[in-house]
């Protein structure tokens, strides 16, 4: 298998794991997020490396490297509007979340006035013993 195709490759798969980590922010499933995320700093080093070697092959084989670049940019610009989805999603997420903390707080404090005002301040002390 080629260097350029073993690069288109691991881009796709970059793409597919990124779907699936959007899929997972958008189901909060978080331990399926956190796997893909590591999945994609695995697949990193093997980007580098793939890349080096197409450098290597287009080179060798004499093929407009322009081109095969624009391609690989193209794919990239992709990979980058996927993450920034992603990222966005995140943060919407991570919003609701504090805003709901928040709520939380609130309805806690509330709780505690409420507990105040109708609890007795002293527990009861048995005044006979019959």
């Known amino acids: 298998m080629s260097a350029d195709h ?21 189901t909060r499933n978080w331990v399926l997020v956190a796997d893909c995320q590591e999945a994609l700093q695995q697949l990193q080093p093997v980007i580098l490396h793939q890349t080096q070697q197409a ?13 095969k ?29 504090q ?7 609130q309805a ?4 505690r006035q409420v507990k105040r005002l109708y609890a007795p301040s002293h527990p009861a002390v048995w005044t006979s013993f019959s």
């Open 69 to 97: 670049e624009d391609t690989v940019r193209a794919l990239v610009s992709e990979l980058i509007g996927i993450e920034s989805r992603n990222n966005a999603l995140l943060k919407d997420m991570q919003q609701a979340a």
């Open 6 to 26: 073993q690069l288109q490759e691991a881009y796709q798969e970059w793409r597919r794991v990124a779907e699936a980590e959007g899929e997972a922010i958008r």
């Open 55 to 67: 450098h290597a092959e287009w080179k060798r084989l004499g093929q407009d490297r322009a081109a």
């Open 108 to 111: 806690g404090r509330m709780l």
């Open 99 to 105: 805003a709901h903390m928040g709520q939380l707080g």
